[in-house]
T-cell receptor
Framework: DVKVTQSSRYLVKRTGEKVFLECVQD?????MFWYRQDPGLGLRLIYF???????EKGDIPEGYSVSREKKERFSLILESASTNQTSMYLCASSSDRGHSPSYEQYFGPGTRLTVT | GQNIDQPTEMTATEGAIVQINCTYQTSGFNGLFWYQQHAGEAPTFLSYNVLDGLEEKGRFSSFLSRSKGYSYLLLKELQMKDSASYLC?????????????FGPGTRLSVLP
């Protein structure tokens, strides 16, 4: 089974702190994604990566950065956390070269981040 | 750009049938997905359509019309455990490969 893990389920940080959210997948997927999910807005793409050391901005990259030094790990960084970054953060991975014809995304359990 | 629309909330009765609609506008269409998400949990994959027509998987079926930019998820013999949010997502090819765009989700409440 594909497994996507995230470093924390719940996180509370103060305004201005630097925050690291880690995501690890164990299926050798080349694609990894970071989303935030807010009520009424659905899943919004922050950043994605199609390969090691490669990153592309999604729909809402402002205030975030990412790092992908190894294929299995994709990190989301909040350089200076703000209260409007309080949200559920979901990591996902997928492959375009797998055996499944649908190449669907697999999601981690999510990190609920509260910035006070 | 990409745009996906689905109803915000729906209510149905246990044992009934419910249809959740999704309309989309996208370029580089390469598949439509439905995910189920229970409160506080990660989305899980339900179904995939890339060609027009109906895909059936047990109590769940999904339909796609590419010319109309329209899909629906049909849930039969509803059970209480089907109470969840249902996310419609479109995969599209862009300059970097393939990307996924999600709709806002439909929260389904199944009543006894």
């Amino acid at each position: 089974d594909v497994k996507v893990t995230q470093s924390s389920r719940y996180l509370v940080k103060r305004t201005g702190e630097k925050v690291f959210l880690e995501c690890v997948q164990d299926m050798d997927h080349e694609n990894m994604f970071w989303y935030r999910q807010d009520p009424g807005l659905g899943l919004r793409l922050i950043y994605f990566s199609y390969d090691v050391k490669m990153k592309e901005k999604g729909d809402i990259p402002e205030g975030y950065s990412v790092s992908r030094e190894k294929k299995e790990r994709f990190s989301l960084i909040l350089e200076s956390a703000s209260t409007n970054q309080t949200s559920m953060y979901l990591c996902a991975s997928s492959s375009d070269r797998g055996h499944s014809p649908s190449y669907e995304q697999y999601f981690g359990p999510g990190t609920r981040l509260t910035v006070t | 750009g990409q745009n996906i629309d689905q109803p915000t909330e729906m209510t149905a009765t246990e044992g009934a049938i419910v249809q959740i609609n999704c309309t989309y506008q996208t370029s580089g269409f390469n598949g439509l997905f439905w995910y189920q998400q229970h409160a506080g949990e990660a989305p899980t994959f339900l179904s995939y359509n890339v060609l027009d027509g109906l895909e059936e998987k047990g109590r769940f079926s999904s339909f796609l019309s590419r010319s109309k930019g329209y899909s629906y998820l049909l849930l039969k013999e509803l059970q209480m455990k089907d109470s969840a949010s249902y996310l419609c997502a479109v995969r599209a090819r862009d300059n970097y490969g393939q990307n996924f765009v999600f709709g806002p989700g439909t929260r389904l409440s199944v009543l006894p």
